[in-house]
């Protein structure tokens, strides 16, 4: 993947997962179809709650900077708690917020975290493909099967679910995924996880 620049938001949000993949997606519809290389969720556990946070890496400096500005001008708002967001060494917002787009954008600049939501080429992972085929269409650099110290074989099924959320993990973007029926791969994490799971 090419060089990025990650601007990180922080709307406080604590519901579910999937409601954090709608705000995220609302916000890359907002930037154009070309703008977000990609957008990931964090996990912000200082200050006084648990929630979380996002990112978007953008293609160029000139084009991460201008988010930053409008969003520090007009704020995100889309949630009822005080927005934050971070660009690099600037911060806007009140402390904790400005700090959880801080780490949000921290984590994806490094890749080192950071659940991956938009990522180039994630709207050809659908159906039922190879892991070599996944591999090939899109950023995904490596599979992880739980349990298991070994790469699948390249010809491993694996049953998206139309939900693949890979995670950056030292510098890569590795989709954790387990064994299923019929000796198939599905992604760890299910599309509709129940409630009492989701903001966990």
């Known amino acids: 993947m090419s060089e990025s620049h990650v601007v990180g938001v922080d709307t406080g949000h604590t519901g579910a997962l999937r409601g954090a993949d709608h705000l995220l997606r609302a916000f890359a519809a907002e930037l154009g179809p070309d703008a977000a290389v990609s957008g990931c969720t964090h996990h912000v ?15 160029s ?5 201008a988010l930053w500005q409008r969003l520090a001008r007009d704020g995100p708002g889309r949630s009822g708690d005080a927005p934050g967001v971070a660009f690099g060494d600037e911060r806007h917002g009140p402390g904790e917020s400005a700090a959880g787009a801080a780490l949000a954008a ?24 190879t892991v070599a085929r996944l591999l090939e269409v899109c950023a995904v650099e490596r599979v992880a099967v739980l349990g298991s110290p070994e790469a699948p074989s390249p010809e491993t099924l694996l049953v998206t679910r139309e939900h693949v959320r890979p995670e950056w993990r030292e510098g890569r973007l590795v ?26």
């Open 45 to 59: 556990r200082d200050g006084l709650r648990p929630h979380t946070a996002l990112s978007f890496a953008l293609p």
């Open 175 to 200: 989709l954790v995924a387990m064994p299923a029926a019929g000796g198939t791969l599905v992604p760890f994490e299910v599309p509709d996880p129940t409630p009492c799971c989701a903001d966990h």
């Open 106 to 129: 921290a984590e994806h600049a490094a890749r080192t975290g950071g659940r991956a939501v938009l990522y180039p080429g994630s709207g050809a992972v659908t159906g039922v493909l």
């Open 61 to 65: 400096e000139r084009a991460a900077r």
